[in-house]
């Protein structure tokens, strides 16, 4: 099954969307989670894939994955590039997005 990059798109705009009235910083470390799909997926290769593109990594548990990358601009712009470029990578190490969050 294809991954639906607007849908996901879209709901990070949205969340900017609903966040009117909630102030929030100029930048932040943006973190990005990631769970695993398949068992045999490699999490060395996808740890060493998105640190080639500036990601830190650390394994939360024994499913999920964090990407976190920055201080970036808190924009909707700016965390979707992110958002679009550490998916991508996962995807292709059989690991799905499971939303992101400011680390303040």
Known sequence: MDHNFEAQR???????????GVSLPKTAVVEYAFF???????WPALERALRIEGFRTRRVDSDTLVAAIGPIPVTAEEIWKYERISTSIALKHDFYPDGWELDL
Not at 10 to 18: G, I, K, N, Y
Not at 36 to 42: L, N, Q, V, Y
């Open 10 to 20: 879209r709901e990070t705009f949205d969340t900017f969307r609903q966040s009117k």
């Open 36 to 42: 695993i799909e398949e068992m045999d997926a490699s």
